[in-house]
């Protein structure tokens, strides 16, 4: 499977976006879709995933601002991101793998064989 992400751009502190994450193939083939993020000179890590069953799992900094959805017909995950902060900059991954993940290990980038190309979100005055 390939993965697009879009949706990147320059938002002010407080605003809004949305990201995308398309899928080559049936997204329904596919239990964990997962988005990453690094910012620069940082490490990537978790930001927010799903499984098919809509349970999530969120890292702490963004719970209650970031939601994520999946449009089955579209072939399409969501990464909806509100109340944006500067600390929110970075490069942002969408990523999936064959078989199911225990939830506990959904925002492990290493449990993930298929990655999108990354879009940068800055936050910024």
């Known amino acids: 499977v390939q993965l697009q992400a879009s949706g990147g751009g320059l938002v002010q502190p407080g605003g809004s976006l949305r990201l995308s994450c398309s899928f080559s193939?049936?997204?329904?083939?596919?239990?964990?879709i997962a988005w990453f993020r690094q910012a620069p000179g940082k490490e990537r890590e978790g930001v927010l995933a799903s499984r098919r069953d809509r349970s999530t799992w969120a890292a702490e900094s963004v719970k209650g601002r970031f939601t994520v959805s999946r449009d089955n017909a579209k072939n399409t995950a969501y990464l909806q991101m509100n109340d944006l902060r500067p600390e929110d900059t970075a490069v942002y991954y969408c990523?999936?793998?064959?078989?199911?993940?225990?939830?506990?290990?959904?925002?492990?980038?290493?449990?993930?064989?298929?990655w999108g190309q990354g879009t940068l979100v800055t936050v910024s005055s």
């Open positions: 193939e049936d997204i329904l083939n596919y239990d964990a």
């Open positions: 990523a999936t793998r064959n078989g199911r993940l225990i939830l506990s290990a959904l925002l492990s980038a290493a449990q993930y064989s298929y």
